[in-house]
Nanobody, 122 residues
Framework: QLQLVESGGGLVQPGGSLRLSCAAS????????IGWFRQAPGKEREGVSC????????SYADSVKGRFTMSRDNAKNTVYLQMNSLKPEDTAVYYC???????????????WGQGTQVTVSS
């Protein structure tokens, strides 16, 4: 079973940066593609980005393309989300989750972290 723990959230001013980490344990990390999702108050959870287990390729939601960058370090069993040029609309709880492939629907992500709060405000 894959266990995921997010960290790195916090309060940042518009235009600022944060780097989120997702540390994995409990199973073979490189068997899973890892996605980042977020949920703002009163809104549905949405996909932000994903990194493939097979070739490390990444995909991003249109709303974050060019601002967010995802990477993974299999040796450290950790995935990162570098978030630059943050906007107030990026405010949400951010979750990482594991699935066999990035193209899986949200329900196909079997393993979820507890989430980390990101607040973008002046």
């Amino acid at each position: 079973q894959l266990q995921l723990v997010e960290s790195g959230g916090g309060l940042v001013q518009p235009g600022g940066s944060l780097r989120l980490s997702c540390a994995a344990s409990g199973f073979t990390f490189h068997y899973y593609s890892i996605g980042w999702f977020r949920q703002a108050p009163g809104k549905e959870r949405e996909g932000v980005s994903c990194i493939s287990r097979s070739d490390g390729s990444t995909s991003y939601a249109d709303s974050v393309k060019g601002r967010f960058t995802m990477s993974r370090d299999n040796a450290k069993n950790t995935v990162y989300l570098q978030m630059n040029s943050l906007k107030p609309e990026d405010t949400a709880v951010y979750y990482c989750a594991g699935a066999p492939r990035c193209t899986a629907p949200m329900a196909g992500y079997s393993y979820w972290g507890q989430g980390t709060q990101v607040t973008v405000s002046s």
